[in-house]
């Protein structure tokens, strides 16, 4: 019988390269639109991106969701968040009622949001759940599914956070997610989170994954005190440096210290891969995840977009372990997946240009002039 983890490398195997021949295709079509070669800048690499991922020159991107992986930390109890655990389970169902950030903006433009609980620690009405992650007319429901491993992680400082089976699960999660959305007919979505602690989970992932001092990578959080965020930089530094003297792999460290809600993203993004879609990272809790999603399979940037730049501690140290740039700076540090509908305009535009926009010679414009200057690539 087929295990968990054998089930997540038979999935991971799936994920291929590029199609390069389309992404050629697409920086031609570029320099023969009605416009300065290069002149749109980023929007024209993304096109070639997302041309990469589909295979097509022309990828209509107009359908968006959102998934948010809840869950809580049991490393709350050592005082290291400036919330209370209560507020996981509040921001969850507020969630559903398009309440919180992400929710409001994906109510603004109209963008479905896959809200699953991984594993949070107080009890959620059933009325509230849902065990399907598509209703019957295949789309994203408005409940929250029910994908709870256990009521919160146990405590990092004192012991591995999960084991390395619930780790895989929750990876398995994050995976069927992303087919669900594929399925729903989603042209490319974003992964969000939402979970008490998990500013100290993903730091903690981030020192074992990169070897950075904790003082580097650890942050106030919602609005910790220098009490407690000393406390946190000590518990990270001591959990992380376990994970490296150990040797541990990608699945011990996200089962030592990370969490469910991180595991299940980390999911999320294999599985863009795996369906071929375009993925968008948000803040930290994120691009910490997609880091760990690299670790597992490395070629899963190839399908990776990074919404916003974070004021986050150590975001640029995971950006620049991804090799991505983000698409754009408004200081914020929110997470949610607060970036993504942001990111998604931008998306939509580089889409709308490569389909739309025509080349000099649809446009009946003689382009004779722009022989010269693509020759010598007096453009860039």
Do not use: W
């Not at 589909?54 to 992986?69: E, L, N, S, Y």
């Not at 107080?122 to 009325?127: A, D, K, N, Q, R």
């Amino acid at each position: 019988m087929e295990t968990q983890e054998e089930k997540l490398r038979g999935l991971v195997a799936q994920i291929g390269r590029p199609f390069e021949e389309a992404m050629e295709e697409t920086k031609h079509r570029q320099d023969y639109l009605v416009k300065p070669p290069g002149s749109l800048g980023r929007l024209e690499d993304i096109s070639a991106k997302v041309a990469g991922i589909t295979g097509k020159v022309k990828t209509p991107i107009r359908k968006f969701a959102v998934a948010v992986m809840c869950a809580d930390n049991g490393v709350v109890e050592e005082g290291i968040a400036s919330a209370p655990q209560s507020v996981t389970l509040a921001q969850t169902i507020n969630f559903t009622r398009r309440l919180t950030g992400v929710g409001t903006m994906a109510k603004h433009f109209n963008i479905p949001l896959l809200v699953i609980d991984v594993g949070v620690a107080m009890p959620i009405p059933e009325s509230l759940y849902t065990e399907n992650m598509l209703d019957k007319n295949g789309e994203i429901p408005r409940e929250i599914v029910n994908r709870r491993l256990a009521n919160g992680t146990q405590n990092l400082a004192k012991g591995p956070a999960m084991t390395r089976e619930d780790a895989v699960k929750a990876i398995l999660v994050g995976i069927e997610a992303a087919k669900a959305i594929k399925d729903s007919g989603v042209d490319a979505f974003g992964v969000g989170e939402m979970g008490i602690g998990n500013t100290t989970t993903s730091s903690a992932v981030l020192c074992a994954l990169t070897k950075i001092p904790a003082e580097d990578a650890v942050g106030r959080g919602g609005g910790l005190k220098d009490e407690g965020l000393k406390k946190k930089i000590s518990i990270v530094r001591e959990a992380s440096k376990k994970c490296i003297e150990e040797g541990y792999d990608v699945l011990d460290i996200l089962a030592h210290v990370g969490g469910y809600d991180i595991c299940a993203m980390a999911g999320a993004f294999l599985g863009a891969g795996i369906y071929r879609m375009p993925v968008v990272v948000d803040g930290v809790i994120s691009i910490v995840s997609a880091l760990a999603a690299k670790a597992i399979a490395p070629g899963i940037t190839d399908f990776m977009f990074a919404s916003h730049k974070s004021k986050e501690t150590g975001y640029e140290v995971a950006m620049e372990s991804l090799g991505l740039y983000p698409l754009f700076d408004l200081r914020m540090r929110l997470g949610e997946g607060s970036g993504c509908p942001i990111a998604f305009n931008i998306l939509e535009t580089a889409s709308s240009i490569i389909c739309e926009m025509a080349t000099f010679e649809e446009g009946e414009i003689n382009d004779d002039y722009m022989t010269e200057i693509r020759e010598k690539n007096l453009f860039t």
